[in-house]
């Protein structure tokens, strides 16, 4: 039970530390180079990264005056922080829709516009988008007699006569 409070303990103290800490551009920077080169071989875990690990696969020596900043160590180790912005982003985007979509003021159009994105995003009309099917698919799962047959047909005047 220990084990389970602590880590409720340490998820709550990661939330927390990324709602209330806003990286600069050069920090984001940093943590972006860290990250592609750690996820290509990695050597701990997140929460084992030091900061000399940061420095030196990052290439960024102001991290020594950043590690010290309340919520830049968590920030910085938070390998989701990308989908968990989006996450957070798009429900922003969802709840700015809503209140569109249920204002009697706003501009209709807007309004369609609004719908036509929300229906789209759930699937529940076809996307703008074509779907592109590709020949190979269906060769993939044809047998030898299959494959001679289709490449007879579709490359007839290459092919010499089949010999019966």
């Known amino acids: 039970m220990s084990s389970t409070n602590n880590k409720a303990a340490e998820i709550l103290e990661i939330v927390s530390s990324e709602l209330t800490y806003l990286p600069i551009p050069e920090q984001r920077k940093a943590k972006s180079a860290f990250w592609a080169r750690f996820n290509?071989?990695?050597?701990?875990?997140?929460?084992?990264?030091?900061?000399?690990?940061?420095?030196?696969?990052s290439g960024d020596n102001r991290i020594t005056k950043w590690w010290g900043q309340d919520g830049f160590r968590e920030w910085f180790r938070n390998r989701d922080e990308f989908r968990q912005r989006m996450e957070y982003l798009a429900s922003?985007?969802?709840?700015?829709?809503?209140?569109?979509?249920?204002?009697?003021?706003?501009?209709?159009?807007?309004?369609?516009?609004?719908?036509?994105?929300?229906?789209?995003?759930?699937?529940k009309t076809p996307s703008k988008q074509a779907v592109e099917r590709y020949l190979d698919e269906q060769i993939g799962q044809m047998d030898k007699k299959q494959?001679?047959?289709?490449?007879?047909?579709?490359?007839?005047?290459?092919?010499?006569?089949p010999v019966t």
């Open 40 to 57: 290509e071989n990695p050597t701990c875990e997140p929460q084992d990264i030091t900061r000399e690990l940061a420095i030196r696969l």
């Open 92 to 123: 922003l985007a969802l709840d700015r829709l809503e209140a569109l979509l249920c204002d009697p003021k706003a501009n209709p159009s807007a309004q369609v516009n609004a719908a036509k994105l929300i229906m789209e995003v759930a699937r």
């Open 147 to 161: 494959l001679e047959d289709y490449i007879r047909k579709h490359t007839a005047s290459l092919l010499p006569a």
